[in-house]
């Protein structure tokens, strides 16, 4: 089992930045590939970007690439989205996921989730 705890949401107008963490205890964090992926009301989970165990490789969604960065501290067994120049249709909660892919941008090859937080973008 990974427990996985994410932190860092909130609310921020629109140009704004945010850093999202995700806190991982349990099996050993660098087994795993980590990914973002977000939820709007109405609409189904879906993904932002990934990371690969080591973290050399990374994907993007296209809605958020120049914008979003994506990176991982193993020896703090933490996840990070810094999220920058955002936008109104950024808003969402946030879940940190974790696989055992080689990295992964399908939700349902996620193992593990962490409970979500919020992203509030405002005008």
């Known amino acids: 089992q990974v427990q996985l705890v994410e932190s860092g949401g909130g609310l921020v107008q629109a140009g704004g930045s945010l850093r999202l963490s995700c806190a991982a205890s349990g099996r050993t964090f660098s087994n795993y590939a980590m990914g973002w992926f977000r939820q709007a009301p109405g609409k189904e989970r879906e993904f932002v970007a990934a990371?690969?165990?080591?973290?050399?490789?990374?994907l993007y969604a296209d809605s958020v690439k120049g914008r979003f960065a994506i990176s991982r501290d193993n020896p703090k067994n933490t996840m990070y989205l810094e999220m920058n120049s955002l936008k109104l249709e950024d808003t969402a909660v946030y879940y940190c996921g974790a696989t055992t892919q080689f990295i992964s941008v399908v939700r349902l090859q996620y193992d593990y989730w962490g409970q979500g937080t919020q992203v509030t973008v405002s005008s």
């Open positions: 990371i690969t165990r080591t973290g050399p490789f990374t």
